[in-house]
Every structure is written in structure tokens, then in C-alpha cells.
């Protein structure tokens, strides 16, 4: 037999990115790429590959998330000083041989097969991608090649795009493991479900971006949490969603900027604290001018953190339940409508 068969067969079932990504590791590996080395950019990936450039900014982007490289302004992406060792990555390649075990490959009816395609599998797939490269990067097709199968075997398990995507989002709502026994008090409980809804955010960035408040999605899951944060307060139950749409609607709108930060760094190859440095003489500029007091009383340095996400949320998740205690207190022993 062929003993070249097998890792052929290997070859073609890993995806593209996946193969790149692990050429890159193997150059910091063997010290063919050191520290401050720059690693192939993405146009250059797009030519020694012959890939797409949504296919290049995946590899920087994974190489980014296992620690591997970094971006420097002006430079480009270069190998990370601890982008060296198994500790700094999650290996994608395939598992070693195990000693003693044949070398010839195993015959056609025991070949390992693609995994048996359903709709969990299908919605896990496409959170992955989505998780990964942005909900724009997901499509059917895209979903499809990580199983090795045509679009059209997906189409026997979600309708289509829209219904995956929506399917997705209640899973990643699944997710979510309510607080037992539950805060007693409104304040309390509405704070850690949207602790909860910020925690998800930050795992699953496009979540927030695809979900709508003026029309919104039939989720059972989202729904779940949603009741329990509204099931200590004794409001009527239309003042109760209007809260509840409310404070959704903060933690929504602070965490699309997740997503969009995410799409920023993988265009400019700068994280969010290197381009405000690079805007700082253009702001400087303006500053000088005199207009705008309220900017130029912040001191850069004392308040650095306030345009962070997180900090935003805190902020107002604090702001807005103080409004809602006041909106508790006057509303005290008044009928409901």
C-alpha cells in the first residue's frame, strides 16, 4: 500500500487556515521565526498560500489568541516574547501516532469517517466560526467545510442561514447557569442577569450585534433569562419587559463594540490601546483649540480606563438600576396599570 495516502488524506480534511497556522508555529518552534520576527502578513499568506484574505486575517487572528504573535504599530505582526512552547497555543494538528501502532493505513471499511452531520453539531460548528471570525464570516458553505460536506447537506438539517444563526444564539443563551438559590432582591437579581447577559457577550461578541430589540427573535433561552431577572420585582408584567428591555438594551449596546473592536484590530492590526496612541496628536490638535473644556479637564492618564467596555458597563448598569430604584420607590402603593 501507499503509505503517503494517509497524511494526504489528513491534509485535505484540515482546513486551510488551520494548515497555515500550523506552518507559522512550526518556523517559532524551530526558531526559524524569533521573537520581534515579523510573521508572513496577510497579503503575503494570500500569495504563498493562494488563499483568501478572509482565510489570511484568521491565521493572524488565531496566531494572536494562542499568545504566538502580537501587533506592533507601524511594524506589522511580529513573534510574541513567550510565543514559544506548547503552553502558549492549543495544538489543531493531528494527534500523534501512537507507539507500536501500524504504519500501514487501516483499510476502507475501517477508515475514519466525517462525523455524521445533525443540528446541534451544524449550530456548534457555525458558533465556533462565528465565535472565531465574526458572524460575516458565516455562511453555509463555510459551515459546511467543516465537515468535509456540500452546502446542500445542510439545508436537510436548518432551513437557512437565518434560521442557524438564530439557533446559534439560543445555544449560546443555553449556556447560561442561573445563580441557585436566585438574589431575593430586584436590584440584586436584575444585576447578576446582566452580569450574566455582559459574561456571554464576551464570550460569543456577535451575539450582541445580531440581536434586535424592535424585532425581536423567538428565543427560548434568552427568554429564560430574561424572566428570571424580572422575577423579583412587582411590577405589572408590561412595566416588567419594559425594564427588562431596558436594561437589555444597555448591555447589548455597550457589548456590540466587541465585536466591532474585534473587526478594527483584525483591518488595522492594532488593538484598542495602541490606536489611541496613535491618535493622540490628532486629539491634541483639537484639544488646543479651546472648544471642548469637558475633554480637556480628563486627565489621559488618571481616567485611561474609561472608554474600556467594561467599564462602561459598570458604569452604567450602576447609573440605570439607581434610576430603576427611583422609578420603585414613587411607583409604591399606586395600582398597577
Known amino acids: 500500500m501507499d503509505r503517503s495516502a494517509t497524511p494526504a488524506t489528513n491534509r485535505s480534511a484540515t482546513p486551510p487556515y488551520r494548515r497555515i497556522v500550523a506552518e507559522i508555529r512550526r518556523r517559532i518552534d524551530t526558531g526559524e521565526l524569533t521573537a520581534g520576527d515579523r510573521v508572513p502578513s496577510t497579503r503575503r499568506i494570500t500569495r504563498e498560500w493562494g488563499v483568501a484574505m478572509a482565510t489570511a486575517t484568521k491565521v493572524l487572528t488565531t496566531l494572536r489568541q494562542e499568545g504566538l504573535v502580537r501587533a506592533v504599530p507601524g511594524v506589522g505582526t511580529v513573534v510574541a516574547e513567550t510565543g514559544t512552547g506548547a503552553e502558549a497555543r492549543t495544538h489543531h494538528g493531528p494527534a500523534p501516532r501512537p507507539r507500536g501502532s501500524s504504519h500501514h493505513p487501516l483499510p476502507a471499511a475501517s477508515q475514519p469517517q466525517p462525523p455524521a452531520l445533525s443540528r446541534d453539531r451544524i449550530v456548534r460548528a457555525g458558533v465556533r466560526i462565528a465565535d472565531a471570525e465574526g458572524l460575516r464570516s458565516l455562511s453555509m458553505r463555510r459551515v459546511a467545510a467543516e465537515f468535509g460536506a456540500s452546502s446542500m447537506?445542510?439545508?436537510?438539517?436548518?432551513?437557512?442561514?437565518?434560521?442557524?444563526?438564530?439557533?446559534?444564539?439560543?445555544?449560546?443563551?443555553?449556556?447560561?447557569?442561573?445563580?441557585?438559590?436566585?438574589?431575593?432582591?430586584?436590584?440584586?437579581?436584575?444585576?447578576?442577569?446582566?452580569?450574566?447577559?455582559?459574561?456571554?457577550?464576551?464570550?460569543?461578541?456577535?451575539?450582541?450585534?445580531?440581536?434586535?430589540?424592535?424585532?425581536?427573535?423567538?428565543?427560548?433561552?434568552?427568554?429564560?433569562?430574561?424572566?428570571?431577572?424580572?422575577?423579583?420585582t412587582r411590577f405589572d408584567p408590561l412595566t416588567k419587559l419594559r425594564l427588562a428591555l431596558t436594561l437589555l438594551n444597555h448591555v447589548r449596546g455597550t457589548a456590540v463594540a466587541m465585536e466591532e473592536d474585534l473587526e478594527a484590530e483584525q483591518q488595522t492590526g492594532m488593538d484598542q490601546d495602541q490606536w489611541m496612541v496613535s491618535q493622540e496628536p490628532e486629539y491634541e490638535q483639537i484639544l488646543e483649540s479651546g472648544s471642548f473644556p469637558m475633554y480637556a479637564g480628563i486627565d489621559a492618564m488618571d481616567d485611561a480606563g474609561t472608554l474600556q467596555l467594561d467599564a462602561l458597563f459598570e458604569f452604567g448598569l450602576a447609573r440605570l438600576l439607581d434610576g430603576f430604584e427611583v422609578f420603585s420607590d414613587g411607583r409604591e402603593g399606586r395600582p398597577a396599570h
Open 153 to 232: 447537506a445542510l439545508y436537510r438539517h436548518v432551513a437557512n442561514k437565518d434560521q442557524l444563526v438564530m439557533l446559534m444564539a439560543d445555544a449560546t443563551f443555553a449556556e447560561i447557569e442561573l445563580p441557585a438559590p436566585a438574589p431575593r432582591h430586584w436590584r440584586a437579581r436584575m444585576e447578576a442577569g446582566a452580569r450574566l447577559q455582559w459574561q456571554l457577550y464576551q464570550r460569543h461578541p456577535w451575539v450582541a450585534q445580531w440581536l434586535s430589540i424592535t424585532r425581536p427573535q423567538p428565543l427560548p433561552h434568552a427568554m429564560t433569562l430574561i424572566e428570571w431577572t424580572m422575577g423579583a
